[in-house]
Nanobody, 121 residues
Framework: QVQLVESGGGLVQAGGSLRLSCAVS????????MGWYRQAPGKQRELVAV???????NYADSVKGRFTISRDNAKDTVYLQMNSLKPEDTAVYYC???????????????WGQGTQVTVSS
């Protein structure tokens, strides 16, 4: 009952920046966690950054200091500001939503369709 739509991916040179957006709709819990994950060819999907409805954040070590996750609860949108991009950041980036209020779908992950980020040398 939750839908997520990512946007903002594209091609950028190393050292450049991109801002990803994820619009969420549906049965949104007041207490939740949203985040960004990425998957490169031949690799497993990995956590990039997460943010709770209360604003607490967590980042993968590889992106700390370069990426910033934020959310606008009024707009039901989560963002990922990516600075100082490196070729190894190239991947499909997926938006994630997880309900943290005890309910039938507690702990269930919802995913967006993904948006491609390509960083050239």
């Amino acid at each position: 009952q939750v839908q997520l739509v990512e946007s903002g991916g594209g091609l950028v040179q190393a050292g450049g920046s991109l801002r990803l957006s994820c619009a969420v709709s549906g049965s949104i819990s007041s207490i939740n966690r949203m985040g960004w994950y990425r998957q490169a060819p031949g690799k497993q999907r990995e956590l990039v950054a997460v943010i709770t409805s209360g604003g607490s954040t967590n980042y993968a070590d590889s992106v700390k200091g370069r990426f910033t996750i934020s959310r606008d609860n009024a707009k039901d949108t989560v963002y990922l500001q990516m600075n100082s991009l490196k070729p190894e950041d190239t991947a499909v980036y997926y938006c994630n939503y997880c309900n943290l209020v005890p309910s039938a779908d507690w702990g269930k992950d919802y995913w967006g369709q993904g948006t491609q980020v390509t960083v050239s040398s």
